[in-house]
């Protein structure tokens, strides 16, 4: 009771809860209405088209069909539902308005026709009690009585088919929502007293280490993806043992049931069922994680990259849901002796759509297609998600029209990649259209400013460029950049003239103690120079050929430039509040410290770089130059070890580490923190911004 307590009051604050079999749309209630026009349903009518078979006393041919106009105007079928429906409602009080409710609803069988008469009216036709029974191979001419066995058989049927209906919707509620709210469950956790403490003690453990030995940004061997942390592995490892669980538990037969002949095949229609409504519940958060809007990236301390690497698991996992749907649909179909005739029918063709782009999706994934040409990757991957939220939606309206609350869970994916899409182009449209100047930096690197974009020198965010001139075939493309405030690459050469102005302000002020025209020495104090702190700068590495629009970034001006961000990639707060922040960059990755450098009051900088690259250190020397403790090696690697067991052995309470660069940088990084976390002199928050999606 408690359970089912605290099930009602999470739907209270979730509307599409009312949108669901049981949550808001009924099945089959009441019942014993319900069960009476199917104990009747496929009884001969005499204005039935019985096709070639004809009819007499003897019955009805194969080919027997009524339409819901005859129902609607049958006298005898009208008064014999009616009658059903007074002797075993009756004696379980419903209200008379939900039985006209569904007498005017149901009783057609099409939504539009309405009977002939209302349920009163059609009770009020009867003369006297019927006596003759319902034999479902005569046509049915007069009013019948429907025999107690069928009825009840049919009412059990409907209300466990219901019962577990009902249990297929609050499972898809429970996975939806346990996805969505463990990251923010786990958030929490650490504003409560004490928590701060047992986090930190737990993270070298949990949270920081990879599960299989130095990778993580860095792909597995034959590139068979990106292992997950072990914090990530235990969401995953959760999130697939739920969705089992929830596939697996709590189906009951009832027998004899009118529709399925056998218990075999009644649980094998509850297990198809349930699947394809799990498979529906996951397509929203499988979409969400992907999202650059997703709304747990400002709720959550999680990252960018965990989130990605979510939605890469979650989806194989709704994959397997459909795939599992669309087998037990094959095999019961089969069994039952239906498969030929269901597989003619359109809403299984738009299953089977919906299945294949689900498997090739799930083909196309893997890291060694994404490495290849992740352009083209992506491109059919909308496509066939498209594909998928089509056939599901179609496969769901040709099959129920609308009736049980199926579509709701594609509108709640929709809804989620339409918010995203509709935010990005809300934000190209704030910063709108902007003119680069493009500087060759190094041989294989250039600078490109942006005049114009006022964004704060925010650590840890990210911004979307799209440079629509360079390739006219593919103006959509776009990538991921670190960005840096302009102002700040010139914050030193400012300052110089900051202080130039401070001593002549001085002088000024000497001044005007010995003289008494005020105004003259104001014009003195005010001889600075002013200067703009707007435009944005990234530093971008040009791909090699292979691929990618950057290839064609040289040196110009007026180039038009589309940003979209910015977006939070790593959250800063834990790595800022340390007494000591560590920043290790590896080549072009220091563009992702560079806003840390004045986000921190004690900030040791360790970077290193190819040969080829140290133009970027000249670019720099004014950002540099301001930082007190650096090392910086061109040409050499850093000893990520050496350098953070001396962090560590410094005497420091807690030291915040972020690292960006290479894939085995970081992962190299990741290692060492956490064997030093577990010794125990120092405690560490480490961040690893790298775009490894």
């Known amino acids: 009771m408690r359970v089912s307590t605290t099930f009602t009051l999470l739907c209270v604050s979730l509307p599409w809860c009312f949108a669901l079999i049981g949550y808001g749309i009924p099945m089959y209630d009441p019942s014993c209405a319900f069960a009476c026009r199917a104990a009747i349903a496929s009884a001969p009518l005499t204005c039935s088209d019985h096709g070639a078979g004809g009819h007499s006393s003897g019955g009805h041919g194969a080919s027997m069909t009524t339409t819901p106009q005859c129902r609607a105007s049958n006298l005898p079928f009208l008064t ?6 007074q002797t075993n409602c009756g004696p379980l009080n419903i209200e008379l308005w939900r039985l006209e409710k569904y007498w005017r609803e149901q009783v057609p069988g099409a939504k539009g026709v309405i009977p002939k008469w209302s349920y009163t009216e059609s ?3 009867i003369s006297g009690t019927p006596s003759q029974l319902l034999n479902k191979k005569e046509v049915m001419n007069v009013t019948v009585l429907v025999p107690t066995t069928s009825w009840q058989s049919q009412k059990n049927t409907l209300e466990h088919f219901a019962g577990q209906e009902m249990l297929h919707s609050r499972y898809g509620i429970v996975l939806l929502v346990t996805g969505f709210a463990i990251p923010i469950v786990f958030t929490a956790l650490g504003y409560l007293p004490y928590m701060t403490g047992v986090f930190d003690k737990i993270k070298p453990y949990v949270v920081y280490p990879a599960v299989i030995g130095r990778y993580h940004v860095r792909p597995l061997p034959y590139f068979l993806g990106n292992a997950p ?7 995953v490892a959760f999130f697939f043992a739920l969705n089992v669980i929830l596939t697996a538990v709590n189906y009951h037969s009832t027998q004899p049931n009118t529709w399925f002949t056998s218990t075999w095949q009644e649980i094998m229609a509850y297990s ?3 699947t394809g409504v799990l498979a529906f519940a996951l397509a929203p958060l499988v979409i969400l994680f992907s999202g650059r809007n997703n709304i747990l990236l400002w709720l ?3 990252s960018h990259s965990t989130f990605m690497l979510l939605h890469r698991w979650v989806a194989r996992i709704f994959g397997l849901q459909i795939i599992l749907h669309s087998i037990l649909e094959l095999i019961l179909y089969k069994d039952i002796g239906t498969l030929s005739a269901e597989q003619k029918e359109e809403y299984w063709i738009w299953g089977i759509v919906a299945t294949l782009a689900v498997c090739i999706s799930l083909v196309i994934s893997p890291l060694y297609f994404r490495r290849k040409s992740y352009e083209i990757f992506l491109i059919l991957h909308i496509i066939l998600a498209v594909f998928v939220l089509v056939g599901s939606w179609y496969h769901v309206e040709l099959l129920f029209t609308r009736k049980w609350g199926y579509e709701f869970w594609i509108y709640a994916a929709c809804a989620v990649w339409f918010a995203d899409r509709l935010l990005r182009a809300l934000r190209i449209a704030k910063t709108g ?6 500087t060759d930096v190094a041989s294989d690197i250039v600078r490109v400013d942006i005049e114009g974009v006022r964004w ?3 650590p840890g965010y990210h911004a979307y460029a799209y440079f629509p001139t360079l390739n006219k075939f593919r103006p959509w493309e776009n990538h991921p950049f670190s960005v840096i405030p302009t102002s700040l690459l010139h914050l030193h050469k400012h300052n110089s003239q900051s202080d130039k102005s401070s001593q002549t302000s001085k002088s000024a002020d000497r001044d005007i103690e010995k003289s008494a025209d005020v105004h003259t020495a104001a014009e003195v104090i005010n001889t600075r120079q002013p200067w703009s702190t707007a435009g944005v700068s990234l530093y971008i590495r040009k791909s090699n050929g292979k691929g990618g629009i950057t290839k064609f970034l040289k040196g110009q001006q007026g180039l038009t430039t589309l940003l979209d961000g910015p977006y939070p990639n790593n959250p800063t707060k834990a790595v800022l509040g340390c007494d000591r922040l560590l920043l290790i960059g590896g080549g072009i990755g220091i563009t ?3 806003p840390f450098l004045s986000s921190h009051t004690n900030v040791h900088l360790c970077w290193s770089l190819k040969q080829s690259s140290e133009g970027i250190i000249h670019d720099l020397s004014s950002v540099l130059e301001g930082v007190v403790e650096k090392q910086i090696l061109v040409g050499k690697r850093l000893d990520v070890e050496q350098i953070i067991i001396q962090e560590a052995n410094a005497g420091w309470k807690k030291i915040g580490v972020v690292v960006c660069g290479p894939g085995g940088l970081c992962d190299d990084v990741r290692a060492v923190v956490t064997a030093a976390g577990r010794q125990g002199k120092a405690m560490f928050e480490l961040e690893v911004d790298a775009f490894s999606w």
């Open 456 to 458: 704060a020198a925010r």
């Open 229 to 235: 942390l072990l914090g990530e592995s235990l969401y």
């Open 433 to 438: 259209r902007r003119h680069a100047t493009i």
């Open 80 to 85: 014999t539902l009616a009658w059903c429906i």
């Open 272 to 274: 198809s069922a349930r």
């Open 123 to 125: 009770v009020q036709q």
């Open 592 to 594: 992702a410290l560079i």
């Open 300 to 302: 959550t301390n999680w």
